[in-house]
């Protein structure tokens, strides 16, 4: 069966790069699966997805991923995120602070706009390490 190559960078680095039977991403126009021979595509992420790769018995890679875009052509898959972070590399108490501390800031002025970003960010850093939120 086919595979897909996929590559997941951010401006600090690579955050990881191989072979994979699926990959599911959040974008602005909704949650796009894509698999083998999926016809060519560019996407823009939203802020505070959780990008997942499905890679048979090695288990799915799971990141919070924060804006920037997803592009698929010839089963070549490159995630090009604005920031970036494995679930397997989250801090979930610091991440849960944040969470809390944006949180506090969008009860005392629900225009704050960095919270609610500050939140959705947190949010996925906590989702992408296997947290309920």
């Given at each position: 069966?086919?595979?897909?190559?996929?590559?997941?960078?951010?401006?600090?680095?690579?955050?990881?790069?191989?072979?994979?039977?699926?990959?599911?991403?959040?974008?602005?126009?909704?949650?796009?699966?894509?698999?083998?021979?999926?016809?060519?595509?560019?996407?823009?992420?939203?802020?505070?997805?959780?990008?997942?790769?499905?890679?048979?018995?090695?288990?799915?890679l799971?990141?919070?991923?924060?804006?920037?875009?997803?592009?698929?052509?010839?089963?070549?898959?490159s995630?090009?995120?604005?920031?970036a972070?494995?679930?397997?590399?989250?801090?979930?108490?610091?991440?849960?602070?944040?969470?809390?501390?944006?949180?506090?800031?969008?009860?005392?002025?629900?225009?704050?706009?960095?919270?609610?970003?500050?939140?959705?960010?947190?949010?996925?850093?906590?989702?992408?390490?296997?947290?309920?939120?």
């Amino acid at each position: 069966m086919a595979k897909l190559r996929v590559g997941v960078v951010s401006p600090e680095r690579e955050i990881w790069s191989g072979d994979a039977d699926m990959v599911i991403a959040k974008t602005v126009d909704g949650e796009i699966g894509i698999m083998p021979n999926h016809a060519p595509v560019l996407g823009v992420l939203v802020e505070g997805g959780v990008l997942r790769v499905k890679r048979g018995a090695e288990g799915d890679l799971v990141a919070a991923v924060h804006g920037g875009f997803i592009s698929v052509a010839d089963n070549d898959v490159s995630i090009l995120a604005e920031v970036a972070e494995l679930g397997s590399e989250v801090d979930v108490a610091k991440a849960k602070d944040a969470l809390e501390r944006a949180q506090a800031s969008i009860e005392a002025d629900q225009d704050d706009a960095d919270a609610r970003i500050e939140a959705k960010r947190n949010q996925a850093r906590l989702r992408a390490a296997g947290e309920d939120v």
